[in-house]
């Protein structure tokens, strides 16, 4: 696959994505090991002309041209998830944005490994809501050898209990060793957000990289696993950042897009930068959906956020996904009301279960 040509950057070219890349090509891996379909090859556009979208004067055309795609190419068919906090807060990491890290005050629940009962009776609850999947998500950098088990034992029970509901987890930085246990539990797809462009990243974080990431993602392709990978717009990237994030995704070739809005939570350092422009946000959902257009982009965190005008907005430009029921640390969104929204834009939707 030939790679694109950087973004200009204040008239420079920043080509920290393609280092990146490289070093995972060298490194005897590819993470495009199941590369972009050929319709996200074939349809998607240059960094360059993505940028130029995302001027004031060009927005109509923006959203008109993700509308378009959106409509050529993304499944009608709108599919939720729903996670489980299944260990919260203490998180050595230091990322900017988050109340679980350990750096910051922030009042957050802070409880080990809630068992194997409780992630049973969540996955209970989101197939009778009419959640396609379930994922586990803990807080902290990586799991040890117990933790493995302990979610290995979780996933076994959830997969007796919920035959037809597919199985996620969100569990930080994995090796292959780890993943390969997973999956003989029952898991099938595995969720590592890069959460922002490769350049701004180190801004926000420095206990793990922009590397580390997608070595797990790397380790994950290798054993089959679908790829979750999205992140969070709103921690004061650039249009160019926007840009570059966008299409690092694309390099990912992920099976679901994310797409988080912060939350600002008081105590972490993001907390000043407040809520994000509710236009901001379409804009940047439909340069998602141009960029990468047939993945399901994802309602995530900062859905609640939202008005319901501002999320049809969302969906009419690329939007086809959700994440709905309690979300980390903040509420997520209601099933019920994204069902509706989503139903009104043509979507077929899973009901409840009687």
């Known amino acids: 696959m030939a790679k694109s040509k950087p973004v200009l950057h204040n008239g420079k070219k920043y080509d920290i ?14 993470i495009n090991s199941t590369t972009m379909n050929d319709t996200d090859i074939a349809e998607s556009i240059s960094e360059e002309e993505a940028l130029s979208l995302l001027k004031p004067e060009r927005r109509a055309e923006l959203r008109e041209r993700a509308h378009e795609t959106t409509e050529k190419f993304v499944e009608k068919r709108f599919d939720f998830c729903s996670i489980i906090n299944a260990r919260s807060g203490r ?14 005050k922030t009042g957050c ?44 034992a979780a996933l076994r029970e959830m997969r007796k209990a919920e035959p037809e509901i597919g199985l996620c987890a969100s569990l930080g930085l994995l090796s292959e060793k780890d993943l390969a246990k997973l999956k003989d539990a029952g898991l099938n797809r595995i969720h590592c957000n890069l ?57 990912t070739a992920p099976d679901s897009i994310p797409v988080n809005v912060l939350h600002p939570i008081k105590g972490t350092p993001l907390y000043e930068r407040g809520v994000l422009d509710p ?60 069902r509706s929204l989503a139903a009104k834009a043509g979507y077929a939707v899973r009901a409840k279960r009687r």
Request: hydrophobic share 40%; charged share 25%; with cysteine.
């Open 17 to 30: 994505i393609h280092r990146i890349l490289e070093a995972s090509h060298m490194s005897g891996t590819n």
């Open 91 to 104: 998180c050595t990491e230091n990322c900017k944005w988050c109340a679980q890290s350990a750096h910051w």
């Open 109 to 152: 629940e802070t409880y080990g490994w809630v068992g194997t009962d409780a992630c049973v009776k969540a996955a209970k609850e989101a197939a009778a809501n009419g959640a396609d999947r379930i994922g586990i998500v803990t807080s902290g950098r990586c799991l040890s050898p117990e933790d493995v088990d302990s979610v290995c």
């Open 195 to 251: 959460e922002a462009a490769p350049s701004l990243f180190p801004k926000l974080c420095t206990t793990h990289t922009t590397a580390d990431k997608l070595a797990t993602i790397r380790a994950a392709r290798r054993l089959g696993f679908q790829i979750c990978c999205g992140g969070i717009i709103g921690m004061g990237e650039t249009d160019e950042q926007l840009v570059e994030f966008a299409f690092a995704l694309r390099e």
């Open 279 to 338: 236009e901001r946000v379409v804009d940047a959902v439909a340069l998602l959906r141009l960029v990468n257009p047939s993945t399901p982009l994802r309602f995530a965190g900062g859905r609640r956020d939202m008005s319901d005008e501002t999320a049809a907005k969302c969906i009419y430009v690329g939007m086809s996904a959700g994440i709905a029921g309690p979300l980390l640390t903040t509420p997520g969104a209601d099933y019920d009301d994204d």
